[in-house]
T-cell receptor, first 109, second 114 residues
Framework: ELKVEQNPLFLSMQEGKNYTIYCNYS?????LYWYRQDPGKSLESLFV?????AVKQEGRLMASLDTKARLSTLHITAAVHDLSATYFC?????????FGTGTSLTVIP | DAGVIQSPRHEVTEMGQEVTLRCKPI?????LFWYRQTMMRGLELLIY????????DSGMPEDRFSAKMPNASFSTLKIQPSEPRDSAVYFC????????????FGPGTRLLVL
């Protein structure tokens, strides 16, 4: 059974600090997605990483993909309160999307 | 464009009743996805369509679930009969291409089956 694991599940961090969320998956996939979900809201696509070594950055968020290690990271730089949300990674394998468990991020002033 | 539109936004029904969820994708998007989100199972892809044709429904949990896309601007997800374990938030999303950053999600339908 394919597994997509994120850690940590919960993250509380102070404003201005840096941190990394990890996404491990158990089978080969060349595409990795990151989404953001605000409480009680829908999902917003953040990044799609299409190949080994891909790196995408937008604002204070940077995502990378290592397909050999089956690992993606979402790095947060100098966190601000507006980044508080749940972040999901997902992989697509065999015409199916598999989502991670999500990482609930709280940025404390 | 108004984005992906879903209706109803909230639905409360009793076990055994038929439930129909509706979705209008963004105009011009060739792909439409139905997802379900629960605390226990997280986010799951139920089914997706390409150019109105169902491509993969392997995520549909049971025969009680069915989905249609009669035209490019409308899709339904039906549960008949509904059960309490179907309680979840159901999201519809659409995209120009498979995957990609251009997958736009609707606001979701929050379903409660009593």
């Amino acid at each position: 059974e394919l597994k997509v694991e994120q850690n940590p599940l919960f993250l509380s961090m102070q404003e201005g600090k840096n941190y990394t969320i990890y996404c491990n998956y158990s089978t080969t996939s060349d595409r990795l997605y990151w989404y953001r979900q605000d409480p009680g809201k829908s999902l917003e696509s953040l990044f799609v990483l299409l190949s080994n070594g891909a790196v995408k950055q937008e604002g204070r968020l940077m995502a990378s993909l290592d397909t050999k290690a089956r690992l993606s990271t979402l790095h947060i730089t100098a966190a601000v309160h507006d980044l508080s949300a749940t972040y999901f990674c997902a992989v697509d394998v065999g015409n199916q999307f598999y989502f991670g468990t999500g990482t609930s991020l709280t940025v404390i002033p | 464009d108004a984005g992906v539109i879903q209706s109803p936004r909230h639905e409360v029904t009793e076990m055994g009743q038929e439930v129909t969820l509706r979705c209008k994708p963004i105009s011009g998007h060739d792909y439409l996805f139905w997802y379900r989100q629960t605390m226990m199972r997280g986010l799951e892809l139920l089914i997706y369509f390409n150019n109105n044709v169902p491509i993969d429904d392997s995520g549909m949990p049971e025969d009680r679930f069915s989905a249609k896309m009669p035209n490019a601007s409308f899709s339904t997800l039906k549960i008949q009969p509904s059960e309490p374990r179907d309680s979840a938030v159901y999201f519809c999303a659409s995209s120009l291409v498979w995957g990609g950053k251009t997958q736009y999600f609707g606001p979701g339908t929050r379903l409660l089956v009593l």
